[in-house]
């Protein structure tokens, strides 16, 4: 088993991309703590995972709830190994002179303040246990972006930077720090990124995608399963983009 006995804490892992990592990685042996804002959601997955999970209810943008999610964690198993900052949210395909500044506010507080907060509380623990890896999942939107997508498109890129920053200087304290880019994938934001979910839009968004349809969330999994073992013990800093080509 490739994580065996890894602590693993995943964001967002209540459906989508998150719920296909935190099941990967613990069919690979890892110990997960399933944290999302939707508590349903998180206790339905740690469920269907079994003993090696927990759930934990958690607001990613809000530091007080950031600072449990992580004591509860290691509350719980005693350790943080891996975190998988994979929440995130986008607003509805429109131009960009029509998204609200509460809207703004919030892709900006999920996605890029969120990595902020994780790293504060969890960055003191992995340099105290001398290890630890750090995955955060951005988007080819932060290196190919979409029209319509103005400022989900901005904060992909700030995650993007801030990985590679992160890598750079905790590379000393045997942290690595890496990212993947998704393309569009069949989750629930998938709409959003649309505008409309149709037939036709799905054909658009597919036609600029080379390998011919959209990401999975086993896709994900498999590229993060990767970077978070021991396999990548010499890459850091890298954003992998998992998009059938879409970024060439």
């Known amino acids: 088993m490739r994580l065996k006995d890894k602590i693993t804490l995943v964001t967002g892992a209540g459906s989508g991309f998150g719920r296909g990592i935190a099941n990967r990685f613990a069919a690979e042996g890892a110990k997960v703590i399933v944290a999302d804002i939707n508590e349903e959601a998180a206790s339905m997955v740690a469920k269907e995972i079994g003993k090696n999970a927990i759930a934990v209810i958690a607001d990613v943008s809000c530091d007080a709830e950031v600072s449990a999610m992580i004591q509860q964690a290691v509350a719980e198993w005693g ?69 319509g997508l103005a400022w989900y498109n901005t904060s992909k890129g700030a995650m993007i930077t801030a990985t590679k920053a992160m890598a750079i200087e905790l590379a000393t304290f045997k942290i690595r720090v890496n990212a993947i880019n998704p393309v569009a994938g069949e989750t629930g934001m998938l ?16 036609s600029s995608i080379p390998w011919g349809r959209l990401s999975q969330p086993a896709d994900m999994a498999n590229a993060a399963l990767f970077l978070c073992s021991d396999e990548a013990e010499m890459v850091t800093g890298t954003c992998m983009e998992v998009d059938g080509g879409r970024c060439i």
């Open 191 to 206: 709409h959003l990124f649309m505008g409309e979910d149709t037939p036709e839009k799905r054909a658009q968004f597919v």
């Open 79 to 147: 350790a943080l190994d891996i975190l998988v900052n994979n929440a995130g949210t986008t607003h509805r395909n429109k131009p960009m002179t029509e998204v609200t500044e509460e809207e703004f506010d919030q892709i900006f507080a999920v996605n890029v303040k969120s990595v902020f907060l994780t790293a504060r509380h969890v960055v003191p623990l992995m340099k105290e246990q001398g290890s630890g890896v750090i995955l955060n999942v951005a988007s080819t939107a932060g290196v190919r972006p979409r029209p």
